[in-house]
């Protein structure tokens, strides 16, 4: 017959609750009292670390002594920190002069803890807590980062348009450049983090929006217009007025719908702005004036517009013929009238390139594809009329002397067509409307009363 043994009190239990047990029999009142007061202050779980150090078993006191000992010992070291898109990184900062302070208090107070009884049990158990990684709590002063906004400031790229060039035979980009700055109010949060977790501080940059998103820029990969004129490279100051503005149009870019005014780009022309005098047209004379010769610029870029087909939204003829272009494809421009544009009627956007040599300009428009079939300018001209001759008496010139002054030329008015061919074939016929050239009498000076 088996005899059941009696399960003695307190077996099972861990040695210090049998070891209770046991005083509570043998002992009364204040020693009890005593015992249970020998470790009632809480201390971190097993396998919590702050900052790569295990503080498992410390009480709060503990932890914060261990933080500012972390602290004091990375406080100046330096710091990692990347801005993407200035010219270069900071340098030189550490987590003290970013701001950053630690919060003892605050970083013991968020870790997990437990009473004596709780601990003695789970111990009794065989529990083991799951590791626990426990960053510190950073406080970061807002002075120090009004101090960083500055800082990078100074280290933003240049801000600049969107330009595109036409080299070797391939479309090149520059993308355009907007404002770069620290977000300051998410900067705190950032730096807070990474000195927290000791890691790369990566600044929170915000660029303003760009007109030409870079996107859109890089939808222009080819040659959608081009045309070419020829000028007398002898006559200094007039090629040099040429190269200048060909070279203030060239590279900017027109996002679709954008509208382009040669006067609004290039400005007055003056002496101050590297323009010198050279030869003009004015009502129907020839004269001389600063800025001489742009007009072949623009006639130019009116010819390549109407080769990339895009919308011609003003545009004059000259009083006289030029002798660059036929009648009807010039372009006449002075400040602040008459002037050219033209809008960009495509669905991405368009580029102006020009290309000066000694003798010759050249206009590219560059876009994402050029229109089917080959662009041909058809003008006829309407009628003429003579303007006449207007005589200046000089009673100096003897009789039957004549002197002519200013050769001037006869009216003309000009109707222009822009077709597309394919293949041979007109598949669009486009009417660029008249021009109309006043001319000008022939001046000449004679002694009119010997006539």
Known sequence: ??????????????????????????????????????????????????????????????????????????????????????????????????????????????????????????????????????????????????????????????????????????????????????????????????????TQVDLPLVADAKHVP?????????????????????NISRSSNIKLAAKMLSGRVFMPGEAFGFNETLGKRTKEAGFKEAGVYVSGKHDIDVGGGICQVSTTLYNTVLQAGLKVASRSPHSLPVPYVPLGQDAAVSFPQPDFKFVNTRNEPVALVSEYQPGKLTFKILGASREPGDVKIVNKLVRSWSRGIKYIHDPSLPPGKEIVREKGGEAREVVSWRLVTVDGQVVKREPLGSSTYTGGPRVVEANVRSH
């Open 1 to 198: 017959m088996k005899t059941r043994r009696r399960r003695l009190a307190g077996a099972g239990l861990p040695a210090q609750v049998a070891g209770i047990a046991a005083l509570g029999l043998t002992a009364a009142g204040g020693g009890t009292a005593a015992f249970l007061a020998v470790r009632t202050e809480p201390t971190v779980l097993p396998n919590v670390t702050v900052a790569g150090v295990d503080v498992g078993g410390m009480t709060r006191a503990e932890v914060e002594k261990t933080v500012q000992a972390w602290w004091q010992a990375v406080a100046d070291k330096p710091v990692a920190v990347h801005g993407a898109g200035l010219t270069r990184d900071p340098e030189g900062l550490t987590a003290r002069s970013l701001g950053g302070r630690p919060d003892p208090a605050a970083t013991a107070a968020s870790l997990p803890t437990e009473q004596y009884w709780p601990r003695t049990f789970r111990q009794w158990r065989g529990e083991k807590p799951v590791a626990k990684r426990v960053f510190p709590v950073i406080r970061i002063d807002q002075q120090a980062v009004k101090e960083l906004v500055a800082k990078v400031e100074k280290l933003r790229p240049a801000i600049g348009p969107a330009r595109a060039s036409f080299e070797n035979g391939e479309v090149r980009r520059i993308y355009e450049q907007t404002k770069l700055k620290l977000d300051a109010s998410a900067a705190a949060d950032v730096i807070r983090v990474a000195l927290s977790e000791g």
């Open 214 to 234: 870079d996107e859109a820029l890089d939808k222009v990969k080819t040659v959608i217009g081009e045309f070419t004129t020829h000028f007398d490279a002898g």
